[in-house]
């Protein structure tokens, strides 16, 4: 057993540690300085064959780390869709670790069951989800897209006559997959993950912002009447565009009254975009979902709950449980029986207790307190995409219509513009006022920039504009000279 008064001391400088740490967000160079390459370099060493107290061991790991870390979770970190770090779900997320609970078995760990079960309630009623709907934490949206589509594989299937958990896919009927042009790249994953690669999965043209087009899909379905998935999103990646899901929800449904209920099946990827539900002001912006099948999100991007924290939600959950079931004598926790295992709808056996966590951000914030950060991100994507604007040679590519900003940019004469793209978004990393990474918008190389975390504010979104300001010209005159 640790020493506990060594155990005091160990967690104290802990929080030193970490407070020393989140006091310098606001300023540290936003990039790592040290490459990947460079810590590995300095790091390397033989496997140790003695041991080494722990306070010595947490002195090591600080200052070795400290080089490599980027400040993510800083107020002006804008890559990919990376969430900030709530003060009460950074709390929570330590004493998880303290509590250590495998959150399977409601009966074995009642707490992590009891918290997830209503944490994800409110989340429902948030989202403005069927209040039937059920679900689990994983470890991101795209765990979450791969335990929502196991379920619909399962039940669409089974509609068709087909037992997939017991008779796997090999000669099961044709089963479609219909996915927008723009969906995220995680969706293609899940599906390949469960035996539906490339060829069974069909792609919707989608317009010029990336939202699926009702009239394809309409045009997909037609003639078709055996098992089929419609993926749709709230939230691209790159534009943050809403497909619109009454429309796409409509198709679907004309398509089961002529066919079968039971044989089609509606998946959101709402990742992060299923939040501006949560805004008053933004919640118009995305109608529809309540009549999915299934959603994926996060809490480790809008909620700024900090990593990971994934979110599954089904209204069929009992399919959902027959995708994942599993079986063994040793699994049973006695007797008692009680609330279900939400871990019982995801792939996993044994489970970080995320629920503490996700739990503390709702009630920190309260729906008040998710309504004015949903909303006052989407209005620093605003304000940052007027400021970009206004940079001679950069033009705003999306319409920013929730917390992103695609950015083109002019390359100087004769430069290859990926290349060069990529370049550029390197300096202003290495610049380190701000992070944005770099994309390709419907074949022009861009840069990203997305809003996500609670810290950033106004000036933080008028520094990001300056520097990019700063970057650009110093590149485009350098590359003249
Ligand atoms: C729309 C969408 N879906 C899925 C994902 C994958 O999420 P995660 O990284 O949490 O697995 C993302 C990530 O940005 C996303 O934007």
């Known amino acids: 057993m640790t020493d ?18 989140r006091r310098s967000l606001a300023e540290r160079p936003v990039a790592a300085s040290a ?10 060493a033989p496997l140790p064959e003695l041991g080494t107290p722990a306070q010595q061991v947490l002195e090591q790991l600080v200052q070795s780390a400290g080089p490599g870390l980027t400040a993510m979770s800083g107020p002006r970190f804008f890559g990919w869709v990376t969430g900030g770090t709530l003060p009460s779900a950074l709390a929570a997320d330590w004493l998880t670790s303290v509590w250590d609970q495998n959150a399977g078995p409601a009966s074995g760990a009642p707490a992590a069951a009891a918290f997830e079960l209503l944490a994800l309630r409110w989340v429902v009623e948030l989202l403005g989800l069927p209040p039937e709907a059920r679900g689990a934490l994983v470890t991101g949206a795209t ?7 196991a379920g619909a594989r399962s039940q669409v299937l089974a509609a068709a006559g087909w037992d997939v958990e017991r008779d796997g896919l ?43 087009r009702p009239a394809a899909l309409r045009a997909a379905l037609a003639g078709w009447a055996g098992p089929v998935i419609v993926c749709a999103q709230l939230g691209n990646v790159d534009s943050g565009a809403f497909d619109p899901l009454p429309e796409i929800a409509l198709e679907l449904e004309e398509w089961r009254r002529a066919h079968s209920r039971e044989l089609g099946w509606l998946h959101v ?15 118009v912006r995305a109608p529809g979902a309540e009549a999915a099948d299934s959603w994926a999100t996060d809490a480790h991007k809008t909620l700024n709950v900090p990593y990971d924290s994934g979110i599954v939600l089904t209204r069929h959950p009992d399919a ?7 079986q063994a004598a040793y699994l049973s926790s006695g007797a008692r029986a009680g609330l279900p295992n939400p871990g019982a709808l995801t792939p996993e056996l044994s489970r970080r207790a995320r629920s503490f966590a996700l739990w503390a951000a709702l009630r920190e914030l309260g729906r008040e307190g998710v309504d004015q950060l949903v909303t006052r991100c989407a209005a620093h994507a605003r304000l940052l995409a007027s400021l970009l604007q206004a940079v001679p040679g ?13 950015l083109g940019l002019e390359p100087p004469a004769g430069s290859e513009p990926r290349a060069w793209l990529s370049e550029l978004c390197t300096a202003l990393q290495e610049e380190g006022t701000c992070y944005a990474t770099p994309s390709l918008w419907r074949g022009v190389p861009a840069l990203r920039f997305s809003i996500v975390n609670a810290s950033t504010s106004e000036p933080d979104v008028r520094r990001t504009a300056q520097a990019l300001q700063r970057v650009y010209a110093a590149r485009s005159l350098g590359a003249r000279a």
Do not use: C
Request: no cysteine.
């Open 394 to 406: 950069a033009r705003v590519l999306n319409e920013v219509v929730f917390n992103q900003v695609v």
């Open 320 to 326: 959902q449980r027959r995708a994942h079931a599993i």
């Open 269 to 283: 990827d709402g990742a992060f975009g299923l939040w501006a539900r949560a805004s008053r002001t933004l919640a």
């Open 35 to 44: 490459s990947a390459e460079a810590m590995l370099e300095g790091l390397a």
């Open 143 to 149: 765990m979450a897209n791969l335990a929502a589509l």
């Open 170 to 212: 090999f000669e099961a009927p044709p089963l479609r997959v219909l996915v927008g042009r723009e969906r995220h790249a995680s969706i293609d994953k899940a599906l390949r993950l469960l035996g539906l690669g490339k060829r069974s999965i069909e792609v919707v043209e989608a317009d010029a912002q990336g939202r699926l």
């Open 4 to 21: 506990p008064d060594a155990l005091e001391a160990l967690l104290t400088r802990t929080v030193q540690h970490a407070l020393a740490y």
